[in-house]
Structure formats: structure tokens, C-alpha cells
């Protein structure tokens, strides 16, 4: 982190003040900051897939000469998102032709601006800007649907089904996945940010949740409803029609705080954001945004969408781990979710709602309990320990000693799950090394005094033994219990600390790019051009800018941490001279004036260069 020129030394053990990276412009933009724009989107894959989407499409030459390249164009937006400006067209074009000075503009291949009182020169400019912009949005727009204008039903739908047959369904699916790889390019180039060291250590934890990102338009307007949960025919659409209605009613949580409702008109924007693996030591990865599919519509396909933002991290490399997702994805169907974030190598960390605690699911005898496998003979007061909580028949005391005492009743692995997902399991009484006595096992009930817990053996266990009583091991597959289904046993200390951090991180993340003062993710009015397309791109370049603030703020802290003095332990064994000097009296009042030290009873040295320090009783 650079020190500015005219920064005085700082005092041994003192944290470094953080130079920022990115201010708001006041008048013209600094050739550093430019460059650094340009340093970005040079060195991504963004303009040379650009020019490859346009020779497959056929629209590379022909046409009026471009004023200025697309280089330029999205050196603008990533400027505007760096520098905290609203992502508008005509903030574009004010970059371009006002804030960059004249190098940076010939470097760039942008035309002189205009004269100050040339107004039709200035609209050229901001159409130029305009143009290359829907042409670059043309490329990876996925939406047929009329937008920018509130039309009429049979006018609107008579246009939608002119713009759908402009083109195949393939060559709209292959418009999502432009998006989709682009958006996630433009994250990639802030995650390149980080140290080396810093990417090789993260294994992979990440968190997923969708948060509303609202739109500048007005809603449809519609008939008025005659039935319930029956969709009204619309009688004027919406400006923005790729949009829809976010509704969030009142929620208690469980300390009893009361979160307020909200219904907005936009966007829902699934993010996955990275975490520590140790919970221990949240420090070591800071909370970014790593992946995000294209925006969607609120509350449509949580699954599906999160296992696209899942599907980019491992196209670019990136390693899996830990996997946190609040109910609205414990709620999706396992082949939408659950089974392929664990094909691409995630272990999943859920909660759950109060219908889904207690017995979840069984296979071969064994039982599904708070996402875990059980002996069948688990007694009920274990089974359903968490569900009691819920309910108020237990205080958190009890809860916590039954859970600990589940893991004696937890089916064991014989070893890691092989390439198609299957894994061997044993019952906790089975040799080698049982840990419950059980007659169904004659080998557990040998004299070893270490294992205590006897398994209360049922007269239906007796006379219809599953297999899971009868053999040795059995093979469990992929699919059994894969809606609930975790590695970490649910409520035990180690799954809250793992979900809670990775929750907290992206809940933490949600509201930092709602900064209004930065990203301003929840202000429709700095992001006024519609369509799913545009918003995705504008939505990835803010979230760019934010992941570079956390970057910045995190190796300042890592940069604070390695300039503290560390004191080495003294290697004698005998007392100093110091343990019977008399105990110093603490001053009433302190006063000085320029550099000096201080002491205050037994709190140590403080050392202070303020001109006008505070007065200390």
C-alpha cells in the first residue's frame, strides 16, 4: 500500500493508515487511475472474445467507421464504477471526452471533444458513446422482450415474437452463456488482485444468497384480480418487462429481532462469495464476490442459478469446499442444487426449517437426522433434539448435550467417496474399533472398558435386521438423502461456526455493495438503462469495484499485522528486578504538547505526536 510523499513516519507498532485506491473525481481523472482501467481490461480475455463474438456473428465489417474502439468504452465503465459515478451513458461519455486528460484519449484511439458551447457536437459524443454501448450489449443479450417504452399487450406481444424468431433458441441460449462468461470475466479481474499466496491458500469455502436489485422503471399495469394466486391479464407492460416483483414479508428471527417487509419491482442477483475455510481464523480470505449467473427474476430458479455462478468458478479454476446457503436452498429440488454443487466438489453446509428436523430420510436401515447418517436405534429424544429447541420443550443446555451424544449413534466412513460419489459405510458398533456396544454385533461387546454407550437393541431390529445391522459395511450412493444430506452433523459446534461465518460474510457483503455513498447497488436511478443484459453487466462492474475496496482494505490489515513488534519471549527462568519496584501513581492530568510519553499506571507506554492531546484522569 503506497504511503503518500508528505506522510510522516510512523511509530513503531502503529497500524498504517490506508491510502485509498479509488476516490471520487474532481474535474479530470489522474493518468494513474486511468491506467490502471486499462491495465484491467487489457489484461483479461474481454476484448479478444469481443471480436471473436462479432466475426461469428457476422457483424466485424460494414457500416459507418467506429469513432473511437470498444476498448475505450469499457475502460469508461470500469472508470465510472471505480470512481463512484453512476453506471449512465452520459457518465460514460463524460469520462471519455471530459475527466481523461488528452493523453490518456489518444492512447485510447477517442477523437478530440467538441467545443464547450458545440451542444451538437456533445450530443454526437454521447451517441457515439450510446451506440457502441447497445452494439457491445447486442452481442450477449439474452431477452427478446421489448423494453423502454410501456406498450400495450397486443402491441407488445405481437413485437415479442418478432424479435424471438429474429433468431434460433440455441443462438439465444448461446447469447446467456456470453453473458454469463462475461460478467464473470469482469469478477475474475478483481480476484487477480489478491496475492498469489493469498488465492493458493483459499480452498474453496464460498457462501451463496440472492439479494433484490431493483430497476428505473414503472410497473405493468394490470387488471384488477378476481381470484387468489391467479395472475391478472396485463393491460400495459412494463419499460422493463425482464423484471419482476421481489416480496419479503415481515421475519423474526430467532433472537426475536423483527426485520421489516419489502415488495420492490427488479432484479435478484444470485452472488457467491468466498470465506475462510477455518473459521478459526476468518482472516485469511477476505468476503468477495466470486461468481453471479446473469440477473433473473426474484425468486425463480435459487438452484439452478447458484449452480451457474458454481459452474464459472470451476471453468476458471478456482477450488471447492465448503458451500453455505440459506432455506431458499435447502428448499431446492437435489437435482437442481444439492447433487450438482457436490459433483463439482462441494460439501454443502444447510439449515433447515422446523418441518424438516427430526427424521429426514432413511437407507438400508440407517436414519437421516439433521443431514447426517444415524444407527437406527438412535432414541427419539435425539432424534428429534433440535426440533424440541424449536419448540421450547428444551433450553439450549439440553439441546447441546444431545447432540453431543448423537455422535455415538453416527455411521462412520471406511474411506472418501470414490469417482462416481459412492462411499462405504459402517454402523458405530462395528469392528474395527466399535464405538457403542450392540448384540446385533457380537464384536463390539468384547471387554474393551473404553467403550460404554450400549445400543438399546428393538425387538423389530431383532427379527428384520437391515442391512446396515447385518453386514459389515454397505455402499451408499450419491443420491440417498441428497436434499439434506451434509458432512458436518447439524448444530454441532463445528457446523455453526463453519455456516455461521460463511452467512455472515455474504450477508455482510449484500450490504456493502448497497453503500450509498459507493455501489449503491439498491439505487435504480444510477443504473437507469433497462434490460437484463445491461443491469448484469452494470451489476458485475460495481461488484469489480467493491471487491477492490475489500482487497485494499484487507492487505492493509495484513500489511498493520506485519509491521506489529512482536516481543520474543525471554529466555531466563529467573524474576527481573521489576517484579518489586513500588507500583507507580497514575497522574490526575496530563497535558503536553508535541511528541512526548506518558505513562498511566500499569497500562504500558503510550506515545503521542498530537499537538493537543485529550486530558487523561
Excluded at 503506497?2 to 473525481?25: Q, V
Excluded at 464547450?116 to 422482450?145: A, E, Q
Aim: charged share 25%; aromatic share 6%; net charge positive.
Amino acid at each position: 500500500m503506497a504511503m503518500p510523499a508528505d506522510a510522516t513516519p510512523l511509530e513503531k507498532g502503529t497500524p498504517p493508515i490506508p491510502t485509498p485506491r479509488f476516490t471520487i473525481p474532481v474535474g479530470r481523472l489522474e493518468d494513474d487511475l486511468v491506467w490502471q482501467a486499462v491495465g484491467f481490461i487489457d489484461s483479461s480475455k474481454l476484448l479478444t472474445t469481443i471480436e471473436a463474438w462479432k466475426e461469428a456473428d457476422g457483424s466485424g465489417a460494414g457500416g459507418r467507421p467506429e469513432t473511437f474502439p470498444v476498448r475505450a468504452l469499457l475502460v469508461a465503465m470500469a472508470l465510472c464504477a471505480m470512481t463512484n459515478q453512476p453506471m449512465l451513458a452520459t457518465r460514460f461519455s463524460s469520462v471519455l471526452f471530459r475527466q481523461i486528460s488528452p493523453t490518456m484519449r489518444h492512447a485510447l484511439g477517442v477523437p478530440k471533444p467538441p467545443k464547450p458551447k458545440d451542444d451538437r457536437g456533445w450530443d454526437n459524443c454521447y451517441r457515439n458513446v450510446r451506440t457502441r454501448f447497445h452494439g457491445l450489449i447486442g452481442l450477449m443479450d439474452p431477452s427478446w422482450l421489448p423494453k423502454n417504452r410501456r406498450m400495450y399487450a397486443v402491441a407488445f406481444e405481437a413485437l415479442m415474437e418478432l424479435r424471438r424468431l429474429t433468431r434460433s433458441d440455441e443462438e439465444w441460449n448461446e447469447r446467456f452463456d456470453r453473458l454469463s462468461w462475461f460478467i464473470n470475466e469482469i469478477l475474475e479481474m478483481s480476484l487477480l488482485t489478491l496475492p498469489r499466496r493469498v488465492r493458493r491458500a483459499w480452498k474453496g469455502s464460498v457462501a451463496v444468497d440472492a439479494t433484490v436489485v431493483p430497476v428505473f422503471a414503472r410497473p405493468a399495469r394490470t387488471e384488477k384480480r378476481t381470484k387468489k394466486k391467479v395472475t391478472p391479464p396485463t393491460i400495459r407492460h412494463s419499460s422493463d418487462p425482464d423484471a419482476g416483483w421481489y416480496h419479503r414479508d415481515k421475519r423474526k428471527a430467532e433472537n426475536g429481532e423483527v426485520s421489516a417487509g419489502m415488495t420492490v419491482l427488479g432484479y435478484e442477483a444470485t452472488l457467491v462469495v468466498s470465506g475462510s475455510d477455518d473459521p478459526s481464523d476468518p482472516s485469511v480470505m477476505p468476503s468477495l464476490v466470486t461468481g453471479m449467473p446473469p440477473l433473473h427474476r426474484p425468486g425463480v430458479e435459487p438452484g439452478q442459478n447458484a449452480i451457474r455462478a458454481l459452474t464459472s468458478l470451476r471453468d476458471r479454476g478456482r477450488p471447492a469446499y465448503f458451500l453455505a446457503g440459506d432455506l431458499a436452498y435447502t428448499q431446492s429440488k437435489s437435482e437442481d442444487y444439492q447433487l450438482p454443487a457436490r459433483a463439482l466438489g462441494y460439501e454443502p453446509v444447510h439449515d433447515y426449517k422446523i418441518d424438516q428436523l427430526g427424521l429426514q430420510g432413511s437407507y438400508e436401515g440407517m436414519i437421516l437426522v439433521g443431514g447426517c447418517w444415524y444407527c437406527p436405534a438412535m432414541p427419539p429424544s435425539l432424534v428429534n433434539a433440535t426440533r424440541d429447541l424449536r419448540n421450547g420443550l428444551v433450553d439450549e443446555a439440553t439441546h447441546a448435550a444431545r447432540i453431543e451424544e448423537r455422535r455415538a449413534y453416527q455411521v462412520r466412513r471406511k474411506g472418501k467417496p470414490d469417482a462416481d460419489g459412492h462411499v462405504r459405510v459402517y454402523c458405530p458398533a462395528a469392528s474395527p474399533n466399535p464405538v457403542v456396544r450392540c448384540e446385533l454385533k457380537p464384536a463390539s461387546e468384547g471387554p474393551s472398558g473404553k467403550v460404554k454407550v450400549r445400543i438399546p437393541v428393538t425387538d423389530v431390529l431383532t427379527t428384520h435386521r437391515p442391512k446396515i445391522c447385518s453386514q459389515q459395511s454397505i455402499t451408499l450412493p450419491p443420491e440417498a438423502g441428497a436434499k439434506f444430506v451434509q458432512i458436518l452433523p447439524h448444530k454441532t459446534p463445528e457446523w455453526q461456526k463453519v455456516y455461521g461465518t460463511l452467512r455472515n460474510g455474504v450477508e455482510g457483503m449484500n450490504g456493502f455493495v448497497k453503500d450509498g455513498a459507493r455501489e449503491a447497488l439498491d439505487d435504480p436511478e444510477r443504473r437507469r438503462i433497462r434490460g437484463v443484459a445491461p443491469q448484469s453487466l452494470f451489476v458485475a462492474l460495481l461488484l469489480f469495484s467493491a471487491n477492490l475496496r475489500k482487497i485494499d482494505s484487507f492487505l492493509a490489515g495484513q500489511e498493520a499485522e506485519a509491521r506489529k513488534i512482536r516481543k520474543l519471549p525471554s529466555r531466563r527462568k529467573t524474576k527481573s528486578l521489576e517484579t518489586w519496584a513500588p507500583a507507580k501513581a497514575s497522574p490526575t492530568i496530563v497535558a503536553l504538547t508535541g511528541t512526548a510519553t506518558f505513562t498511566v499506571g500499569f497500562q504500558g507506554t503510550l506515545t503521542t505526536s498530537d499537538p493537543d492531546p485529550p486530558l487523561i484522569a
